[in-house]
């Protein structure tokens, strides 16, 4: 099959090798990559490949790498099948996360992967990752249309949807979960897709629409026993803040206490979106649960469902960017727009 993808490296350690002398990990130049993996040459793809420059540690990705990557990857749309994007795993899903939401009408597949260990290593994860992730990405169906027309990201023989998954573990090789959505495709001996949890557009042949502008004015607020006042007052008192995220116990249940209460009460009567999402890695906010969970949906708190943090927190970007009336924020907040929550 004649398939093209554009590689783009963006930095981690996926990229990196050991100084011989120093031992320290250094990126290498990404436009020689099928000399680290000569592997490639045997899809018979057209693969080009894109580096950052300079490429970044993912721990310093900040918006505006996002729209450089989302503007990269609208500039080179129609000239490519799909897109593998090299990405520190440390953030990967926040970039998953807001990409998901940034590229609109998305048809192509946008696979991020990265690895634990360097490609250079001779033990490494990257190889694997790196190949399963080109093939993902290049792959069509009879109609030659992709398998997985989605923001996704490839770790260790699993495809996740993106805005679903979480970095779990920062040391083996399966550091990402998805923990309220199945995979998309378990890679074994063959790739075996699963098509009833892929999205497909409604149509297609849409013109993609990017959407670049992302208004950060977010805190997350992690609630934990013994949290005092002061720490409230510091964070829902931000001058310029327009949305919390409010990471809750258990299926969204928060302290009862009075000062707790009004506090809250008081943010969101002063226009404040405050979003509820839990703490626990599955399963999801019923705020209809307990007694601490309605006291929080009486006062004007919006339910997160089964929404990650980091997909919480790129939605809110996308959706603040998008409108200035918080009614309009509030409304597509609890809608589902790129298969972020299950409802
Ligand atoms: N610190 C690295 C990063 O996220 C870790 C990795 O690539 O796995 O860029």
Redesign the pocket.
Known sequence: MNRSILLIYT????GMKQDTETLALKPFNFNQITEEVPELKKFGYKIDTISFDPV????DVVPSFWVRLVELINENYKKYDGFVVL??????SYTASVLSFMLEDLEKPVVLT???LPIGMLRTDGKENLISSIEIAAAADSNGRPMVPEVCVYFKTMLFRGNRTTKYNAENFR?FRSANYPILADVGIHIKYNPSVISYPKEWGKELKINTALDTNVAILKIFPGIQPYVLDAVLGVKGLRAVILETFGSGNAPTSDWFIERIKKAVNDGLIVMNVTQCHAGKVNMDAYATGIALKKEGVVGGFDITTESALAKLFYLLGKHSDIDDVKRELVSNLRGEISI
């Open positions: 930095g981690g350690t996926i970044i540690d993912s721990s990405h520190g795993t440390d953030t990967m990265g690895s634990q550091a």
